[in-house]
């Protein structure tokens, strides 16, 4: 009986340690990294091109042939020794071994295009994880907002279900008049769809963060919001530009696609100069010799064609490769200034905002408007555009909120590195 006692009470502990597992901004990076469908894809394509690699290592495999093999007896011919029992005495037959010897350090170069292929692998992979975490930094920080949005929303609805309710009560007793009443129900209906919206919207970014992360059991309850900052102005380097260019993805992609561009017209190069096959056979019976061995060698002859073609279209590569590196770095710079740009804009314009809606802090704000209208200090009217104006501007300071965190988000994703 105790042991069944204990094995309950460790079953209801674990239970409680699963249930309260909470989930920061930085344990759904963890989550991404380890379980993220898209980068346990690229980790194959790395395996991949290390296999492929580890084969470029490989040296050519020898040919062994048989060949003039007559399994019958042959009549006016010289008899030879056997071989073994009675068989050889008037059989023929050649070995030949060939080596395939490649020159100009061709398999050297060919290891070395599979090197550049696999370290393009790598690259990709850090920049498909830049790339996610960013998606996943974007849909953590709407999700947070939408939460900010929601708690305004329910204030409001909270205050104009009190409204509707009590002049539903005086419409009832003829104390006021119908367009009254309707006034307060359209404005909470459309409050109430509003609510709705940002419902669906929050499912739609919960299943983007379970699809990032893996974690299908993840649920609002236990994600772990952070403290929201809106002041990176200050952080952001001096040398941005200058890191940018050391740290980029996109640009540390298109310099080495150059890197693999420059081995591939060395492969190209090598492939032009003819490779040498060494040749060794043993003819028994087939020529003036009972038994005839003999060495030579072949090679190919550079007639028609010397690799050319594929010497001037890994060039061109080259150059193709050089142009897009200088119409990212130009791009580069140009999004770089104009997201520094956008950010200080937007950063001001929140600066204006008190500090009200960080603290969340509205009902004091609305007890105030119940209060005066419940003296009659205002209309119904005045109340509920004292209501609507409330709301419009918690909104649009969360919206602006939402622009500057994505703003920072993208510069940093830009620059290659977080602040």
């Not at 909104?395 to 602006?400: S, T, V």
Request: aromatic content about 10%.
């Amino acid at each position: 009986m105790a042991r069944f006692a204990l094995l309950v009470i460790n079953i209801i502990l674990c239970y409680k340690v699963l249930w309260a597992q909470e989930y920061s901004l930085r344990d759904l990076q963890n989550a991404l990294t380890e379980h993220n469908l898209q980068i346990r894809e690229q980790s194959l394509n790395i395996e991949k091109a290390a296999a492929e690699l580890q084969q470029a290592k490989a040296h050519e495999n020898p040919t062994l042939s048989l060949q003039e093999v007559n399994f019958w007896k042959t009549f006016d011919i010289e008899s030879q020794r056997r071989l073994f029992g009675n068989y050889g005495k008037y059989q023929q037959f050649g070995i030949e071994l060939e080596q395939k010897i490649e020159t100009a350090a061709k398999r050297k170069k060919r290891i070395q295009v599979n090197t550049q292929a696999l370290q393009t692998q790598h690259i990709q992979k850090d920049a498909l994880t830049a790339q996610l975490q960013y998606e996943l930094r974007v849909a953590y920080y709407t999700y947070y907002i939408l939460t900010k949005k929601e708690k305004v929303n329910a204030s409001l609805l909270n205050e104009i279900s009190r409204l509707v309710e009590k002049y539903q009560r005086q419409y009832n007793n003829r104390n006021v008049l119908l367009p009254e009443l309707m006034r307060a129900q359209n404005t909470f209906s459309q409050l109430q769809k509003e609510a709705f919206s940002a419902e669906e919207e929050k499912k739609e970014l919960l299943n983007e963060l379970k699809y990032l992360t893996g974690l299908n059991t993840l649920s609002e309850s236990n994600i772990v919001f952070d403290t929201l900052s809106l002041n990176y102005t200050s952080r952001i380097p001096s040398n941005v530009l200058e890191l940018a260019l050391q740290n980029n993805h996109v640009l540390k992609h298109q310099t080495q696609m150059q890197r693999l561009a420059d081995a591939n017209i060395a492969l190209e190069k090598a492939m032009a100069v003819p490779s040498v096959t060494l040749l060794a056979n043993y003819d028994r019976g087939g020529n003036i010799m009972k038994d005839f061995v003999g060495f030579g060698i072949s090679i190919d002859l550079p007639i028609f064609h010397r690799n050319k073609g594929n010497i001037l279209a890994a060039q061109h590569q080259k150059a193709i490769e050089e142009n897009k590196y200088q119409s990212i770095v130009t791009q580069l710079e140009q999004q770089i200034n104009n997201c520094i740009t956008q950010i200080k804009k937007w950063e001001q314009y929140l600066s204006q905002y008190s500090n009200n809606f960080l603290k969340d802090d509205y009902q004091s704000i609305l007890a105030q408007f119940w209060q005066r209208l419940q003296q009659k200090q205002i209309t119904l009217t005045q109340y509920i555009d004292y209501i609507e104006s409330h709301q419009s501007t918690a909104i649009a300071y969360w919206d602006a909120a939402l622009t500057y965190l994505k703003l920072i988000e993208q510069l940093q994703l830009l620059v290659g590195k977080h602040f």
